[in-house]
């Protein structure tokens, strides 16, 4: 029996050996000579980050860089909280959404950057005023908004000719009567109006919808839903619409509707700029952008929804003066934010694009990417809540869904789904 | 237990060999369950200390009509699944039984379904079952009609239980076709003096006669009821209408998007449960004891 038990324990010590990581050789204490960032699993903006870290640490300005992607099989999220939790996190990581950062801020893991010493002035440099405010959390600042992607319209603008339409529609009338006209041919929709079947779908249909005839107010405000107004009426009884006359289809999985020409019109984001150029560049020529879809023609830019993605410095990290000093350097840089322009095609987060010679060079021989990024300045980020995914799955099961099906009255989906949206933030305060 | 002049005895290389195997367990078993037993009655959320909640974590999933409803689930989904499974793979099985030559092909051809990537299946029937998909417009061109596989609440459990018996069918086919194999032919021809019609032969004889292997079957297919998670999160995400919500999709958001992990635990714990209960239920009530029959 000692025999096994011995064994037992030199097994287990080996194993235990093997486990532990590798944190506790000769120097742990001392502070880390680089800074470690995680970027997006993006090849454009791995692009983007290799030559600006290659620069930085030629520079010699501050502590070395050193990047990977971040290391993810399913999302992001789920690989920076492991990294967290066993602490392999590196310093900064790319890639945070509002709705997580909110989540890694109030488990205090986040470095408050508007604490840094030259927040302020990085911020004023880039013009970004206005566009921080949507990442405010109880007056902190957490996140640095790095891209800021408003959701457009893309319409194909062979099939508005054959239906006669000289401008692409702005309004929800606009859309059935160009519905009407494109479903009277064989087996066609007027407009994707449902984006997908996940929470994140949400941004890209009632959200971005919501944000246009509420001109920009918030869905949530004050720990609260109060979507359930007029412009969020106006919403749901325009989805009804289109499903009862069967104008929409309940999904489009099967191919690009907009390549195969099932519907006119589908909220895109810019990233499918750079995707339908190596795809379908003959498609994309047939493209024109319009604004969001809002229930009455708006004076002026008309808002849209944010798709916004920043950085964030980790409270784990022993490096965070050095790795703030870095961020500084990278997006107080105007030659880099036109190299990301470059390379990714997505609008930095800069209020200045439409002003600054550097980047209205640029957006001259890119009349597609103009379009976005003039409605940058009108591009709302999504609420700033921890419960994010709750409160847009219960859009989907409570609101979205029954319209879908015609099981609930537009007004009902409307009033139970923020009826259950106020009883879940409720109960997580 | 001593070493006697040096040699090995056999027990000291049983231990050797049984230690390795209970390290594992203890490991990879053991340790992680009793973190869950410890984290169900914890607030914890991944970072800091578990600090003990008594029964909180009870009390709340009680009141998760998401989690329960995700239950019900399995019990719809088994309600599709089972009959269909069962048939295919009693097809699948008699099939193989009359083939001649190419039967290793044909039998391997099947068993590819079951080893190709959830994900990768996942997103092609996600295209074949499309609203606007090539399924639908093939019956729109030739019948007027279009079917919502995966947009309706009462069909869409339906297209997922016919994915994953697609998936399934040659392996529990296999399975049910080594239980014919074992049926001793006298059997048959001790049967063939009463002359028996085919329906008669079949449930009074051949599958009495393949009990354990149906039972076997029956259980793995429990088993993958309460287990699914990548046919529902890549083709419906749980939806519409979270007919299709299944418990480990549950129980992943409620881990890892909420970052409750102290509740996902519980729900963890309610499901083996559940399982285990489903199984012996199974045997309890089915299972015959074929060979002192």
Not at chain 1, 386 to 403: A, F, W
Request: aromatic share 14%.
């Amino acid at each position: 029996m000692k025999t096994v038990i011995r064994l037992l324990l030199v097994a287990s010590l080996l194993l235990v050996g093997g486990c532990s990581g590798s944190g506790s050789a000769a120097g742990d204490s001392a502070r880390p000579k680089v800074i470690k960032l995680w970027v997006a699993p993006n090849e454009t903006q791995e692009e983007f980050w290799k030559i600006a870290v290659d620069r930085w640490n030629k520079s010699g300005l501050g502590l070395p860089v050193t990047f990977t992607t971040i290391p993810a099989t399913g999302s992001s999220e789920k690989a920076i909280l492991t990294a967290l939790v066993s602490g392999n996190a590196p310093d900064i990581s790319t890639n945070i959404f509002a709705g997580f950062a909110a989540q890694l801020a109030d488990l205090g893991q986040l470095q408050e950057l508007s604490a840094m010493a030259g927040y302020w002035k990085l911020i004023a440099a880039r013009h970004m005023g206005r566009i921080i405010q949507g990442w405010d959390q109880g007056g902190k600042k957490y996140v640095f908004p790095i891209y800021v992607n408003p959701t457009m319209i893309w319409w194909r603008s062979d099939i508005l000719a054959k239906l006669g339409l000289k401008t692409v529609p702005r309004t929800f009338d606009d859309v059935y009567a160009l519905s009407r006209k494109y479903a009277a041919l064989d087996h066609k929709y007027g407009m994707q109006v449902i984006a997908g079947k996940n929470w994140q779908d949400r941004w890209f249909d009632f959200i971005s919808f919501y944000y246009a005839t509420a001109a920009g107010a918030p869905y949530i405000k004050d720990g609260k839903a109060v979507y359930d107004n007029a412009a969020g009426r106006s919403v749901v009884i325009f989805l009804n619409k289109m499903f009862r006359q069967g104008w929409t289809a309940a999904d489009f999985d099967s191919d690009d509707p907009l390549v195969t020409g099932l519907v006119a019109g589908a909220v895109r984001g810019p990233w499918d700029i750079a995707y339908f150029r190596k795809i379908y560049p003959d498609i994309l020529k047939k493209i024109v952008i319009g604004p969001m879809i809002a229930n009455h023609k708006t004076e002026g830019k008309t808002f849209t929804f944010a798709d916004t993605k920043g950085l964030v410095i980790f409270k784990s990290s022993r490096v965070k003066k050095q790795a703030f000093a870095f961020i500084s350097w990278v997006f107080s840089n105007d030659d880099l934010s036109l190299l990301w322009l470059r390379k990714t095609g997505l609008p930095p987060a800069r209020g200045d694009l439409m002003t600054n010679p550097l980047f209205r060079a640029f957006y001259r021989s890119h009349p597609l990417d103009r379009q976005y990024a003039d409605y940058v300045d009108v591009a709302v980020p999504p609420a700033f809540i921890e419960s994010t995914i709750d409160v847009q799955k219960t859009m989907g099961i409570d609101m979205i869904e029954p319209i879908e099906f015609g099981i609930k009255t537009p007004e009902a989906a409307l009033t139970d789904a923020v009826r259950r949206t106020n009883q879940l933030l409720e109960v997580r305060q | 237990m001593t070493l006697k002049s040096g040699h090995l005895t056999e027990a000291h290389i049983g231990a050797a060999l049984a230690i390795l195997y209970l390290l594992f367990n203890l490991l990879f078993w053991v340790y992680p369950f009793l973190w869950l037993a410890i984290l169900s009655f914890s607030d914890w959320r991944f970072f800091g200390t578990p600090s003990f909640s008594g029964l909180k974590n009870i009390y709340i999933i009680l009141e998760d009509r998401e989690f329960w409803g995700s239950l019900w689930n399995v019990i719809r989904f088994l309600g599709f699944y089972l009959p269909m499974v069962l048939a295919g793979s009693l097809a699948f099985a008699f099939g193989l039984q009359h083939i001649g030559r190419g039967k290793v092909f044909i039998a391997l051809s099947f068993l590819l379904a079951n080893v190709s990537s959830g994900v990768a299946y996942s997103l092609v029937f996600t295209k074949i079952f499309s609203s606007t998909g090539p399924l639908n417009m093939f019956l729109l061109d030739w019948f007027g009609v279009t079917i919502p596989w995966l947009s309706s609440p009462s069909m869409a459990m339906f297209s997922i239980a016919l994915v994953v018996t697609w998936k399934f069918v040659g392996y529990y086919g296999l399975i049910l076709y080594s239980g014919l194999m074992a049926i001793p032919t006298e059997i048959y021809d001790a049967a063939k003096l009463d002359n028996p019609p085919p329906l008669t032969r079949l449930f009074r004889l051949t599958l009495p006669m393949i009990n354990s292997q149906l039972i076997l079957v029956l259980i793995f297919a429990v088993t993958v009821a309460f287990g699914i998670f990548t046919e529902p999160y890549m083709m419906t995400g749980g939806g519409p209408l979270e007919s299709t919500n299944m418990p480990l999709l549950v129980m992943y958001e409620t881990a890892f998007s909420r970052l409750q992990p102290g509740r996902a635990a519980l729900m963890a714990i309610i499901i083996a449960v559940a399982s285990y209960l489903a199984i012996v239920v199974i045997r309890k009530t089915l299972e015959k004891d074929v060979g002192s029959a």
